[in-house]
């Protein structure tokens, strides 16, 4: 039977155990830094007007619009392909998902002029979000990848939580490299590289394109080109986990840079792609795994053989991807303008961030809070290694009602101009 011994109890999800404790704290003056979503300047979910843009207009079903046909007033409600059609249907999607969305995925995340797209070396299905692609890339290689020796992946400490579970679920064994300096607040990179370079051959590299979760700290264009290095030498596969595209420095190009450049390498990757955070579409599970397979001769059968695979193990997970988020940020992708409103919305959201970043590091500059803040404008995305100690995030708590995971990491984005001053004010307290 499901006795105790066979079934224990698990331990609560860190996360949810916090919003909990948040939902239950009545002070008026609480702040949730907890939060993994972007919050505007009055803490509320922000829908991307461009999202909205979509979903209250329309256009013909079945045909994308282009940049000539689209027109924001256009009145043609009774043919939009949105959920506010009411003769829209329900069909299923293909089981690789929408064509349309998993092509304009590939270009966004490659670049349109993208050598292996055309050589046709990348193969790509759209999946429930950027967890369903960890997923779906961690299955295959689980399956399909047979180095010298039974692959490890590597992930980078700290990360993601959720990598641990996913890769364990399909019984891979995983191990962290250094990452983050407790020290300097920035990246351990000698650390990384040495693990790098010590791993096993043919080891799974789980990296973070940009906007690093936990710590928000990236690498620098040279120092991704001597990981590159290294992991070429030790025949690494790198698995590219990007949640944050655009929503890091607000230019789609510069936040895929990591990617492009590996790829321009000639490298074998793969990469779950989220829709999430950079458009909003977090509850919708809009997301893309691709596969990318390294030039050669016979790339496009090899990429045809792993397609023909990958749609098998889709098939057996979901069967078929959910649509209604795919059609929407299909249409962004897919029509000029809208995409040029995307751009738009994702520097509201970046530019939102980046200056809480910067009142933050001055209000506690100017409080002469001990320690040193300069990391806090030196990191990236939507979360910041703040550098304080469990005690100091559980005094927060207590005495100020702020909420922040234990490692103490903040969220930027649950920061506005309202609580950022009572916020400094209360780490400054913390920490004295
Ligand atoms: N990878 C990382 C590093 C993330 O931070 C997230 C979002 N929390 C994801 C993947 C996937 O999230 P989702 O499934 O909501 O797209």
Redesign the pocket.
């Given at each position: 039977s499901f006795s105790a011994e066979v079934v224990p109890q698990a331990p609560e999800d860190p996360l949810f155990g916090l919003m909990a404790a948040f939902r239950r704290d009545e002070d008026p003056k609480k702040v949730d830094l907890g939060i993994?979503a972007y919050r505007d300047d009055n803490a509320k979910p922000w829908v991307l007007p461009v999202v909205k843009k979509v979903r209250a207009n329309s256009c013909r079903r079945g045909e994308l619009p282009n940049s000539s046909r689209w027109d924001a007033d256009s009145s043609l409600q009774a043919d939009d392909i949105i959920r506010n059609d009411p003769n829209l249907n329900h069909e299923y999607l293909p089981i690789a998902g929408l064509a349309d969305f998993t092509s304009a995925s590939q270009k966004l995340i490659l670049g349109g002029d993208s050598p292996a797209l055309k050589e046709k070396r990348v193969t790509s299905l759209q999946t429930?979000?950027?967890?369903?692609a960890?997923h779906l890339g961690a299955l295959f290689l689980a399956k399909f990848y047979k180095p010298a020796s039974k692959p490890t992946a590597y992930f980078s400490d700290p990360?993601?939580p959720?990598h641990f579970q996913i890769f364990s679920n399909v019984g891979l064994s995983h191990k962290t490299y250094p990452y983050f300096s407790k020290e300097t607040k920035g990246l351990d990179f000698d650390g990384f590289y040495n693990s790098i370079q010590n791993a096993d051959e043919g080891s799974i590299v789980v990296l973070?394109a940009c906007a690093h979760?936990p710590t928000g700290v990236d690498l620098t264009q040279d120092q991704w080109k001597k990981i590159a290095e290294v992991i070429r030498a030790k025949k690494h596969f790198p698995f590219f986990?990007t949640?944050?595209q655009g929503f890091a420095s607000g230019d789609l190009a510069r936040d895929g840079w990591a990617i492009r450049y590996f790829v321009e390498q000639g490298f074998e990757l793969c990469i779950?792609q989220?829709?999430?955070?950079n458009f909003g579409l977090?509850g919708e599970?809009a997301?893309c795994f691709h596969f990318v397979t390294s030039p050669s001769s016979d790339a496009q059968s090899t990429i045809g053989r792993i397609a023909s695979q990958l749609a098998i193990l889709q098939r057996s997970e979901i069967s078929n991807p959910p649509a209604y988020g795919a059609r929407i940020a299909s249409l962004v992708l897919n029509t000029p303008e809208l995409f040029a409103q995307w751009e738009e919305d994702l520097r509201t959201m970046s530019g939102r961030i980046i200056e809480m970043r910067k009142a933050l590091r001055s209000k506690l500059e100017e409080l002469g809070t001990p320690g040193t803040w300069n990391h806090i404008t030196d990191q990236i995305g939507m979360f910041s290694f703040t550098g304080l100690s469990e005690q100091q995030v559980m005094k927060l708590r207590e005495d100020s009602h702020v909420y922040m995971t234990k490692n103490g990491r903040i969220s930027m984005a649950g920061l506005n101009t309202k609580n950022i001053d009572y916020f400094a004010k209360a780490v400054d307290k913390a920490v004295r």
């Open positions: 993994g429930v979000s950027g967890t369903g960890v990360t993601w959720n973070h979760n986990d949640a944050y779950a989220s829709y999430a955070k977090y599970r997301g």
